[in-house]
């Protein structure tokens, strides 16, 4: 006999609710540790790492750039607030993984890679569908135009008419053509 004053479908949304975080934070704790433990073998050009890049087509100083992006991408997303920045990362690390398939997938070098790549991939969308409120960008209300977001910050609240455009136009409606 089942007690339980709460509906069965509510009582499961309960339980879910309760793991998102751990499920956030398990996921977000993996692609942290793999952005930051492989920008920092991009960055010191390990061999195996240098090899592999080579065998891919790229030249050898990308590994100090991407490295560093990688170190970044991991620390952004283990700030608190900055979610702008969090999306950046996040993009970042999803178009790192998936250019790396692509890059495997097109050599046909070190295919064993591609399950790892496609599993940070997932992990990385996981992470960035799971997170809480406070990490995520604010989103503006139906109906509001982009320009009354930003009412304060000069420029932004009134267009400025271009030449050849309706609104310069008006103004000039009434001046002889030269």
């Not at 409120?133 to 989103?139: A, G, I, L, Y």
């Not at 009412?151 to 310069?168: C, E, Q």
């Amino acid at each position: 006999m089942n007690t339980s004053t709460e509906l069965p479908g509510i009582a499961s949304r309960y339980r879910f609710l309760r793991w998102r975080p751990a499920a956030y934070w398990l996921a977000t704790a993996a692609v942290v540790a793999e952005l930051g433990v492989g920008g920092i073998w991009d960055i010191t050009r390990q061999p195996s790492v240098r090899e592999l890049l080579t065998h891919l087509g790229y030249p050898s100083y990308f590994l100090v750039l991407l490295g560093i992006w990688k170190v970044l991408g991991a620390a952004a997303l283990l700030v608190p607030r900055r979610a702008l920045l969090k999306e950046w990362a996040y993009a970042g690390a999803f178009f790192a993984y998936t250019g790396a398939i692509v890059s495997h997938l097109a050599t046909g070098y070190a295919l064993s890679e591609v399950g790892v790549l496609a599993l940070m991939t997932a992990l990385t969308v996981l992470s960035w569908a799971l997170r809480p409120p406070s990490r995520c960008t604010p989103r503006r209300a139906p109906g509001i135009p982009r320009a009354a977001t930003a009412s304060g910050t000069p420029g932004l609240a009134h267009p400025i008419p271009a030449p050849g455009h309706a609104a310069a136009d008006a103004g000039e409606a009434g001046s002889p053509a030269a």
